[in-house]
T-cell receptor, first 117, second 110 residues
């Protein structure tokens, strides 16, 4: 297992275009998270899945953003009609969570950097 | 809403000395607190955690202290090594999502 993989690592697009990021989590992990990180800030929570169910979405996730995890394995994050304010690092993380005991330790991918011109 | 705050953007210490990184939180429902370390061009990696029912957890050179009444936690690194130079994020979780602070850039000088 090579950890959490994200693709592409870098994406440059023009304002108004759609972009899609892919995340392949650690195979045994049932939870998958998306975060956004801008310069000088920590990761900001966007959404998470338990298996294929999307259980929580941040209000940061506007209607231009959609995330899917169709078979409970890989996930995609699509941003439609990109704006310059969408420029950020998009981080994916996964964890195994059963019940509510113990720390929910996330394993992060290296991120997908989006630049909107 | 910034539920987890790291008020020091940077910290510089001499090799061999103690590094103390601080974090404050506002939500008393958090049940675990974690520290992550991030090197450039990599995602954050987990370092150490502490349950809300404990006040100290130690792992080698790293110790995390939790003061629930003050809603404050700190990470102590002793002795600090140049390889510890990275951005450190404090995080808090409640079994669902996880909230992160803005990070503190630690520089350990040889």
């Amino acid at each position: 297992d090579t950890g959490v993989s994200q693709d592409p690592r870098h994406k440059i697009t023009k304002r108004g275009q759609n972009v899609t990021f892919r995340c392949d989590p650690i195979s045994e992990h049932n939870r998958l998270y998306w975060y956004r990180q801008t310069l000088g800030q920590g990761p900001e929570f966007l959404t998470y899945f338990q298996n294929e169910a999307q259980l929580e979405k941040s209000r940061l996730l506007s209607d231009r953003f959609s995330a899917e995890r169709p078979k409970g394995s890989f996930s995609t994050l699509e941003i439609q009609r990109t704006e310059q304010g969408d420029s950020a690092m998009y981080l994916c993380a996964s964890s195994f969570r059963q019940g509510a005991s113990g720390a929910n330790v996330l394993t992060f991918g290296a991120g997908s950097r989006l630049t909107v011109l | 809403d910034q539920q987890v705050k790291q008020n020091s953007p940077s910290l510089s210490v001499q090799e061999g000395r103690i590094s103390i990184l601080n974090c404050d939180y506002t939500n008393s429902m958090f049940d675990y607190f974690l520290w992550y370390k991030k090197y450039p061009a990599e995602g954050p990696t987990f370092l150490i955690s502490i349950s809300s029912i404990k006040d100290k957890n130690e792992d080698g050179r790293f110790t995390v202290f939790l003061n629930k009444s003050a809603k404050h936690l700190s990470l102590h690194i002793v002795p600090s090594q140049p390889g510890d130079s990275a951005v450190y994020f404090c995080a808090a979780s409640d079994n669902n999502d996880m909230r992160f602070g803005a990070g503190t850039r630690l520089t350990v000088k040889p």
